[in-house]
């Protein structure tokens, strides 16, 4: 059983998400950090390490796909379990993004549901 609370880092740039993911976080008293964008993203990781990492898989600029393998490849949360999330879903999207290395799935809208997902994925 953990023996610290679990961190998260959201990456998301719809505004929306970043709300709710902020409310049902503060309501659980789980300690998060929201970015809007993979680069900084990447620059948080650089000195950060988050339990886990909820990347958007549409963001501006570099995305979610791309943003996975440079936390896998350069920064000090490589360790992390990094979870998919879109608004824009299909049959194939949880089987893509495992596929594509993420450790997990969320579909948005984010839900109280999201907090006992993270406790199922770190054991």
């Excluded at 610290?4 to 659980?28: K, R, T």
């Excluded at 998919?84 to 290395?101: L, P, S």
């Amino acid at each position: 059983m953990r023996q610290q609370p679990l961190s998260v880092l959201l990456v998301d740039d719809d505004l929306d998400a970043q709300s709710v993911f902020e409310l049902v976080m503060q309501h659980y008293n789980v300690p998060f950090n929201i970015v809007g964008d993979a680069e900084t993203a990447l620059d948080f990781l650089k000195t950060n390490t988050p339990d886990i990492v909820v990347m958007d898989i549409f963001l501006p600029g570099m995305d979610g796909y791309q943003a996975l393998d440079r936390i896998r490849r350069t920064t000090t949360a490589s360790g992390s379990r990094v979870i998919a999330t879109t608004a824009y879903y299909t049959n194939d999207t949880q089987q893509e993004v495992i596929r594509r290395g993420f450790d997990g799935y969320v579909p948005k809208p984010f839900d109280e549901g999201l907090v006992g997902y993270f406790q199922r994925i770190m054991g």
